[in-house]
């Protein structure tokens, strides 16, 4: 095992301090059995007694003992407990087995309360910090990805501090998914932006939909993290009562250490840094054949020939080129299709030169341009040119001391990233310090703090939006277009006066829009705790607590004057938000033996909890001095508008364990909270729960060497999800005519209801959830299999549902509907080589299968819309069917699989009404990850995959839309048109149509090729022009569903801890490690489905909002470096 990593386990426990006299000295050495290093921190105490010590640095104890002492036991976390008898022995070496399972080992879990693994009833996984900091991943959910079994992580993108969506155990309301995020016992934000796929809505100033500002929990230090605990749903965290129904993710940050008593220590020093270099790792697949234009193709050009009945010899290729299909004169319809932003073009590579808007031009008498043509060449790594390598800096110092009475910890992270894309940055400034007294031996305190400062002087855009460069050379694009010469040249002017630019109908030029067109944010933010200890007896304590998390963020968004978007001297929208949870507790703790065989612990607290929410937000439209950015110089009227939501919850909890014979353990916990956004008669509401834990191979005489421990586990808990404020009360909006040329009021202030008519008995979500359970272990603790089976149901889904709209309102929100999740989750370790002074190989393998069903809805209401897309496209619940239907149009088939044909067009025929074309939800989800050491050295690599769930491609619709994608030119589609001979729909088509009776019922007719009714089926044999057959897609969402299907390599350490006997002269230095990253090295496998080969991994924030769809997503980066650690 790695000394650094010794090293830093030892920073985590506290030097025990001893009361009782002693009579004799055992002294020893603790090492690991992986490769036979020393092992600082390990805890060693006279069984069945307070007295102990802890290994020293080079792992080395001394401990008096009394004389009638029998057992010593050794513990150390993430090591097998070991028992030794001391009989005479006056030194005792032990050596310490590895368990990465740790299923006896202790564990934190709900209120930060550390507890026994094997007497735990319910499902928890965790994941220790230098695991989740090793591979310089900066956001820490992302850091999780495939390492914890039922928890699904999707980032929403590329782009750099962008945001990831963490679900666990499934989607189990149709409002909030989110799991609850807890630091040292204390929860904590994890807000967001709802990032929307349409991307800035200018007209109605929603100031934060086009960007993607990340998620609250990615400002946590990964190096800070001690461990991550995760509680899986609603069994493990049911103690938080109303926020417990999707999970809880607990952190626990590094500490101080103290001293034994007489020792004396040097403040400890931890200093690392390093560099990762990041570069797009996929770039879907394009066609590299025709340029930008229209009708083209050869097919087009010898249609166009027999219309006309000429040769080629009459009439080019070349003239019908730059006459018909493109020539630039001003990127805005001034020459030939030179406004289209579609690549329907001419054939590149085939020897024509056309005028385009890079090629030299002079003027003519009239002061016009005229182009000089240039070769009409293809460029096929125009997209993958426009990205740069990004570089991540990063540098922690920590610096940890104690004494007797006191310990702390002081933390000073920087984190500095410059991104793939250009002019884009995000620099993290994070300080922590935490520290612990003892004010007397009855009487602690202490408490932590950090500040983090999030600085970025341009984010990306997302969605469909000109912010987002993806949108425009994702698909929109020519794929003649010279990435190079729009970089060179975006601060000059074309021919016209304009920015300098391939188009101007629809697009700017991306180096214009990633310079100008500026997305900034600042944000400050602070969190931590204080709490106050007193130890009443030897059994019962009592501690106060007050925690919160605050910050205060600032954005601007910026259109340059000149831009595709504003020509009235460029707009502007800022936005401020201030944001607070205090939370408060005071818990009083029993801890006591009833007898040599009954345990008993118990807890008793309450909560207060205050949540704050204040937006203030401005837009100028126009602007009087061009590109001035300041609200006095705002043209006109500025829009503006500020949201104000607290809330309050109070609540009591208490839980209780009981043990016996250490085999057998029941614990029982409930929670009443009153939360301030339910009408008064529903302010109260109890959330119970209980789980047994039976640890049978305490009761069986069973060989180690054919199974070491066995646990089966069962639980039950009822908790709940409320809502946010306000939802109870009338609201009224004002109406803004800022942007109406007509005050029909003459400036007098105007309010409207909203239109939503406030629920009269609101209740929070409720969930139900049973949970069933075992741990294993074999072969002498090599073999280790953790599964869980659950099944939860969620009801009084908060919904709004539509109404009449006679009676003046459009929606109601009320309570209604069921969902229900069930599953398994397996975890399986193997330790495959151990060899003290070889190589050692452990395997970790994780593996979750959710099954989903949405019971019920509304009444008659046959669907409730989660989200939407393009052409009526939706994402639905739908009773009797998987959370996440997607609906669309789709293809006609008859009853035997045969896709109808319309004669007219020689296309398919979409269906007349939307259909459900796909499920958001994926079969199973999983992890590999394989760990080496080889004495000084270490390699670990994690691979993690996903099977199934659908996803709509806006990427790959407009990309075959606009005929950039592979597909479109693929074979010689392009040159002897679509037909049954060259695509597989055609194969199997016939020709018909579709219509509805006068009862609304659909049919299918037949047709012959010439649009005659027929009774029997007629094969296609018309031929197609590519243009003309994916122009057809329109409405047809089902061609591009593709399955969310991949295998990622996901990420890789190789690290070399420095030979000790190299540090001997250099005694200030007790080890050092080099170790080489890698982040998201490869997307390795794909479903054949994805024909562009877009990253699967995708999403729209955190929010239900963008789950199941895709929409010019930006490209996920690889990421490789090295970091380097000395720790003093």
């Not at 229209?294 to 050009?301: C, L, M, Q, T």
């Not at 054919?706 to 109406?735: C, E, H």
């Not at 540090?1063 to 490869?1082: E, K, T």
Request: hydrophobic content about 35%.
């Amino acid at each position: 095992m790695r000394k650094f990593t010794l090293f830093l386990a030892f920073m985590f426990f506290i030097g025990m301090q001893f009361l009782q006299a002693q009579d004799r000295e055992i002294t020893g050495t603790i090492t690991s059995s992986d490769d036979g290093q020393p092992i600082p921190g390990v805890q060693i105490v006279v069984k069945g007694t307070t007295i102990g010590t802890v290994t020293d640095l080079d792992g080395k104890y001394t401990l008096s003992v009394p004389s009638d002492a029998q057992i010593l036991v050794f513990k150390f976390v993430g090591m097998i407990p070991q028992e030794i008898e001391i009989g005479d022995q006056k030194v005792i070496d032990v050596v310490l087995e590895s368990d990465i399972l740790d299923l006896e080992g202790v564990v934190v879990t709900a209120l930060g309360i550390s507890r026994e693994k094997k007497a735990l009833g319910f499902a928890v996984q965790d994941v220790k910090g230098d695991e989740l900091a090793e591979a310089r991943e900066n956001n820490l959910i992302n850091a999780l990805q495939g390492k914890v079994s039922g928890v699904q992580i999707t980032n929403s993108g590329g782009g750099i501090g962008s945001s990831s969506r963490i679900i666990i155990r499934g989607n189990s309301s149709f409002g909030n998914n989110q799991p609850l995020f807890v630091v040292d016992g204390v929860p904590i934000l994890n807000s967001s932006t709802e990032v929307s796929q349409w991307g800035n809505d200018r007209d109605y100033g929603n100031a934060t939909v086009g960007q993607d500002f990340g998620n609250a929990a990615m400002d946590i230090d990964p190096d800070n993290i001690e461990s991550v605990s995760v509680l899986k749903g609603a069994n493990a965290a049911a103690l938080y009562g109303s926020r417990a129904a999707n999970g809880v993710i607990l952190i626990t940050t590094k500490k101080g250490v103290m001293t034994a008593p007489g020792e004396k220590r040097a403040i400890g020093v931890d200093f690392s840094t390093g560099v990762t270099f990041d570069n797009v790792a996929v770039i879907p697949k394009y066609q590299d054949k025709y340029g930008q234009g229209f009708n083209g193709s050869e097919y087009v050009y010898m249609q166009y020939l027999i219309d006309n009945n000429i040769t080629s010899d009459q009439y080019s290729y070349q003239q019908y080129s730059e006459e018909h299909s493109f020539s630039y004169y001003d990127g805005d319809w001034g020459g030939v299709m030179d406004g289209i932003d579609e690549s329907w073009g001419p054939r590149l590579d085939a020897g024509l030169n056309l005028a385009q808007f890079d090629s030299p031009w002079t003027r003519d008498a009239n002061g016009d341009p005229v182009y000089t043509k240039t070769p009409w060449v293809s460029q096929p790594d125009n997209v993958k040119d426009l990205f740069e390598t990004g570089t991540t800096w990063a540098t922690n110092l920590a610096l940890t001391g104690g004494t007797e009475r006191a310990s702390a910890r002081l933390s000073l992270n920087r984190s500095e990233q410059k991104g793939a894309i250009p002019n884009t940055d995000l620099t993290r400034t994070n300080v922590s310090l935490s520290g612990t007294l003892n004010l007397s031996p009855k009487f602690s305190g202490g408490g932590s703090i950090s500040y983090i400062q999030n600085i970025s002087d341009n984010l990306p855009g997302g969605g469909y939006d000109g912010n987002n460069i993806m949108q425009s050379v994702g698909s929109w694009f020519g794929r003649q277009v010279n990435m190079e010469s729009l970089k060179d040249n975006w601060e000059n002017e074309d021919a016209f006066g304009n920015p300098y630019n391939w188009n101007r109908s629809y697009h700017n030029n991306p180096y214009w829009t990633l310079n100008k067109n500026t997305t900034s944010r600042k944000r400050n933010r602070v969190y931590g705790n204080v709490w106050l200890k007193y130890n009443i007896t030897d059994w019962l304590d009592v501690m106060g607590r007050v925690g919160t998390d605050f910050y205060n963020e600032y954005r601007k968004h910026l259109v340059a004057n000149m831009s595709v978007e504003n020509t009235l001297g460029g707009e502007f929208w800022q936005s401020q938000t201030f944001e607070r949870e205090t939370n408060a507790d005071f818990i009083f703790t029993v801890n006591k033996d009833i007898s040599e065989d009954f345990s008993f612990n118990a807890t008793l607290g309450a909560n207060y909890r205050n949540y704050t929410r204040q937006f203030i937000w401005l837009r100028a439209p126009a602007l009087t001095v061009p590109d001035l950015y300041t609200i006095t110089n705002v043209s006109g009227n500025a829009s503006n508008s500020m949201i104000y939501r607290e809330k309050e919850t109070n609540s009591v909890y208490g839980a209780v364990s009981f043990g016996y014979k250490r085999f057998l353990y029941l614990d029982v916990t409930g929670r009443n909270d009153w939360s301030s956004t339910l009408p008064s008669d529903n302010w109260s509401y109890f959330y119970p729960s209980v789980s047994l834990s039976y640890v049978f191979t305490e009761t069986f005489d069973i060989p180690e060497n054919i199974l070491s421990f066995g646990k089966i586990r069962a639980s039950w808990a009822q908790v709940g999800n409320d809502t946010d404020p306000y939802q109870t009360m009338v609201t009224y909006s004002q109406l803004n005519f800022n942007n109406n040329p007509i005050d029909p009021f003459s400036g007098v202030a105007q309010f409207h209801y909203a239109r939503i008519i406030p629920p009269l008995d609101l209740k929070p979500e409720q969930t139900n959830s049973m949970e069933f359970g075992t741990d294993l272990k074999f072969l002498n603790n090599r073999l280790g299999v953790d599964f869980t089976y659950y099944n939860m149901k969620t009801k009084d889904q908060i919904l709004a549902v539509d109404i009449s709209q006679a009676t003046g309102f459009e929606q109601m929100r009320i309570n209604a509907g069921e969902i229900q999740n069930k599953g398994v989750e397996l975890m399986v370790y193997g330790k495959i080589l151990q060899n003290k002074d070889g190589l050692n190989w452990d395997i970790t393998l994780n593996w979750a299968k959710n099954t989903n069903e949405v019971i019920e809805l509304y009444g008659d209401l046959e669907a409730y819309q989660i989200a939407s897309s393009w052409g009526g496209s939706t994402v639905e619940a739908r009773p009797g069917e998987p959370y996440g239907q997607i609906k669309g149009g789709a293809y006609v088939k008859d009853g035997n699989g045969n896709y109808i044909i319309n004669h007219a067009t020689g296309c398919p025929v979409h269906s007349s009404k939307p259909q459900v074309i796909g499920n958001i939800l994926p079969d199973w989800f999983g992890g590999i990850r394989n760990s080496f050491t080889y004495r000084d050295f270490s390699l670990s690599f994690l691979f993690d995959m996903r099977m199934g769930g659908d996803i709509f491609s806006v990427t790959d619709w407009f990309g075959a839309y606009a005929g950039i994608s592979e597909e479109t030119a693929e074979g010689n589609i392009r040159e002897v048109g679509v037909s049954s001979a060259n695509n597989d729909i055609l194969a199997n088509g016939v020709y018909g149509y579709q219509y509805d009776d006068d009862a609304g019922n659909t049919h299918i007719q037949y047709t012959d090729k010439d649009g005659n009714d027929v009774n029997s089926p007629v094969a296609t044999s018309t031929v197609v022009s590519a243009q003309d057959y994916y122009s057809d897609y329109w409405g047809l969402q089902e061609a591009s569903i593709i399955k969310g299907s991949f295998i990622k390599f996901r990420e890789i350490v190789f690290g070399w801890n420095l030979p000790k006997k190299w540090m001997d002269g250099v005694n200030w230095i007790q080890s050092a490690n080099i170790s080489f990253v890698g982040r998201n090295l490869a997307l390795l496998w794909v479903d054949e489905s994805n024909v562009m080969r877009i990253d699967p991994e995708t999403g729209f924030g955190t929010t239900n909002n963008g789950m199941g769809l895709e929409q010019y997503q930006l490209p996920p980066t690889r990421s490789l470096g090295f970091k380097v650690r000395i720790i003093f």
